[in-house]
């Protein structure tokens, strides 16, 4: 079958569907027809994160390692535990 001709048949289905059946189409997908964003073109956000590189850089903001991430989730997980 085309591609043509699929597209005909969901016209025609999408023209008779209930309600339900609609939202439940929509829904299925709805993530694939949200466009993409792109954050790199996105000039505040850009910003917003050379900002936070430049203060752990100069010290101005403590960073955490991931194996500082990691001692201390194992720490919690343990203390859940018992």
């Known amino acids: 079958m085309t591609t043509t001709a699929i597209r005909e048949k969901l016209y025609d289905y999408i023209r008779v569907a209930d309600d339900e059946k609609i939202k ?11 466009p993409a964003v792109d954050w790199s073109e996105d000039e505040e956000f850009v910003a917003e994160l050379d900002e ?13 390692s991931m194996e500082e991430v990691e001692a201390e989730l194992e720490r919690l997980r343990n203390e859940r535990s018992k």
């Open 52 to 64: 936070r590189v430049r203060r752990r850089e100069e010290g101005i903001d403590k960073g955490v």
């Open 24 to 34: 439940n189409i929509y829904l299925l997908f709805e993530d694939q027809m949200a």
